[in-house]
């Protein structure tokens, strides 16, 4: 442990690590404000909705025909994705041409859509269906093409200027972008546009108060903490579909889970800055003013010598390079790709699942209310699993269960009367890795060191939603071509993330890394089983590169 990092964290135990001001401050920005901003984040999946859907033919309403015998004189028969022989969803008879034996066409006077779970979404708006349905797909890429990019921006801003003033800035854009999405469906361009900005900051928005509560608690509580993000985040994507099963238009769906997000605009007096990103910025004075409010919730004193005391560690400050700092040496760009990589496969597996419950049958609302409860057990389980058996072999265990998981729903899911339990066993899916998720996020809080800990996390964001802009294809390929493509890749995905969580090192119990000189050699004192050796030699490779 540096000086620097006993000097902190001498003043911070002294003010209170664990005081009435870090439960206020993880109630408020580590629970309830994920269970408002985890709605806006994912209600444009429910919002695009594609009901099931066939050709509008006229004429019905002067038949007393009902739906099923009318679909029957003038919707031709085809298999789907699943093998299931029903009625076609862009094609229809040209009675006109021949009585007897009709012509199939395209649908010529737009498309009739079932009304049994949504009154209005999207796509039923604008008919983005058939030849069009890639706009669907289109917009979700969109969306994690904005959450890229915005994780990019926000992330390297937060470590810069700060943590407070990046919140405010993302509480802004969500709220402005969903709001926009409500106006612009119309124009498909707009629409992308605005579902880009929407979500630039949807992973930014959860970091900066994570990191704040890290940074002014003791280590004990760092996964107790994580813990509480991820209910928040359940809570709120099982609030998701009842709000729209009651609601049932999109418009006041999307009103109604954005809208509550910008009461945190007047959350300044609650919010602080991270004392521990200032400290190692060199900014003594704000850090001192930062922890007197610490210090008057908490009952306690703010040490007399306390700028003498961090003046240790802002002298000890490091020149930061943005992300090139994540590989300033060996062992950080190793462990910096092991986490990236399983970012990317959990992102990919989540968002695939989750895009994919529009397409499970039965209750829509219900098949994501349920995949959104079964978060709730991964995440208390992983919390108590991460410190019972360590980081590093919860990580691997979960991968595993999700490879399990996925096997037996490659026999089932082409036969229709098994649909049932295809969606029960994707709740088991949505357990494992969430599981997986919960333990790689708490892994990189731990791993990587202060001053660059937020643009390490931002970073495993970035190249996680990049690949998960595949998941929308991945989901594409399951609803037009075969269903079981999605499970397919899932099951190999998992095999990749098992095999890095073994190469991580242990962090339960372990001090977090200060600087970028710590993080080079954390986990060296570790063998392949995560214990620890006897005696280390520190390499030329392990010492942290020059600029």
């Known amino acids: 442990m540096s000086d620097g990092d006993c000097a902190f964290d001498s003043v911070i135990q002294t003010v209170g690590n664990d005081g009435k001001f870090q439960k206020r401050f993880n109630f408020l920005f580590n629970f309830v404000l994920v269970v408002l901003t985890s709605m806006p984040y994912l209600n444009i999946v429910i919002a695009l909705a594609v ?42 008879y040209n009675r006109t041409s021949d009585i007897e ?48 990019f915005g994780t990019f921006v926000f992330g390297q801003l937060a470590d810069a200027i700060g943590r407070r003033p990046v919140f405010f800035m993302t509480v802004v854009t969500i709220v402005l972008g969903r709001m926009l999405s409500i106006i612009t469906a119309y124009s498909v361009p707009l629409f992308f546009l605005t579902t880009f900005i929407g979500s630039l900051p949807s992973t930014s928005v959860f970091q900066g108060p994570l990191v704040i509560a890290m940074e002014i608690s003791k280590n004990e509580d760092r996964a107790h903490i994580a813990m509480m993000q991820c209910l928040g985040w359940t809570v709120g994507l099982c609030m998701l579909p009842l709000l729209m099963w009651v609601l049932r238009d999109w418009y006041y769906f999307m009103l109604v ?46 040490p007399e010598d306390a700028i003498y005391t ?40 989540y968002y695939t699942l989750t895009l994919n419950v529009n397409n499970l049958g039965g209750n829509p609302f219900m098949n994501f209310f349920w995949q959104g409860m079964a978060e709730l057990p991964a995440y208390i389980v992983g919390k108590f699993a991460s410190d019972k058996f360590g980081r590093r072999w919860t990580n691997i265990g979960a991968f595993v269960g999700t490879f399990l998981g996925c ?44 001053c660059v800990r937020q643009t390490g996390i931002s970073i495993g964001g970035i190249v996680g939603n990049a690949f998960g802009i595949l998941g929308p294809y991945v989901v594409l390929l399951g609803t037009e071509i075969d269903a079981s493509y999605p499970y397919i890749l899932s099951a190999c995905l998992c095999l990749i993330g098992a095999v890095c969580g073994v190469f991580l090192p242990e962090t339960l119990n372990q001090k977090l890394p200060e600087t970028l000189a710590e993080a080079a050699v954390f986990g060296a004192d570790q063998n392949l089983l995560g214990k620890r050796r006897k005696s280390v030699k520190m390499t030329e490779a392990e010492v942290p590169l020059k600029a």
């Not at 006229?58 to 029903?86: F, Q």
């Not at 269906?129 to 797909?137: A, F, G, K, R």
């Not at 020149?319 to 090139?324: A, N, P, R, S, T």
């Not at 082409?414 to 998720?437: E, G, M, P, R, W």
């Open 51 to 92: 009901p099931e859907h066939w050709c509008n033919v006229p004429g019905r309403e002067y038949t007393n025909h009902t739906i099923e015998t009318w679909k029957e004189l003038h919707i031709p028969m085809e298999y789907d994705n699943v093998g299931k022989y029903d009625f076609s969803k862009c094609k229809m």
């Open 101 to 148: 034996n009709p012509e199939i066409i395209k649908c010529q006077d737009g498309w009739e859509f079932d009304k049994t779970w949504y009154d209005l979404t999207a796509p039923s708006q604008e008919s983005w269906v058939c030849d069009e349905t890639l706009h669907v797909t289109n917009a979700f890429v969109f969306s994690r093409l904005g959450e890229v």
């Open 257 to 302: 889970t954005t809208l509550p997000c910008f009461l945190y605009m007047f959350s300044g007096s609650f919010l602080i800055e991270s004392p521990r990103w200032l400290a190692s910025k060199g900014k003594t004075k704000k850090c001192v003013k930062e922890l007197h409010k610490i210090a008057k919730v908490n009952n306690t004193k703010v």
């Open 310 to 349: 961090l003046a240790k560690v802002s002298g000890k400050e490091e020149k930061v390079y943005g992300m090139l700092a994540l590989f300033s040496s060996w062992r950080l760009a190793k462990n910096s790709f092991l986490l990236i990589t399983g970012w990317s496969t959990t992102t990919l597996i």
């Open 407 to 450: 096997i037996p729903i490659l026999f089932i899911v082409h036969d229709k009367s098994n649909q049932i339990t295809v969606a029960a066993i994707c709740v088991f899916l949505k357990f494992s890795i969430s599981f997986a998720y919960y333990v790689v996020n708490l892994e990189a809080l731990e791993i990587y060191p202060t």
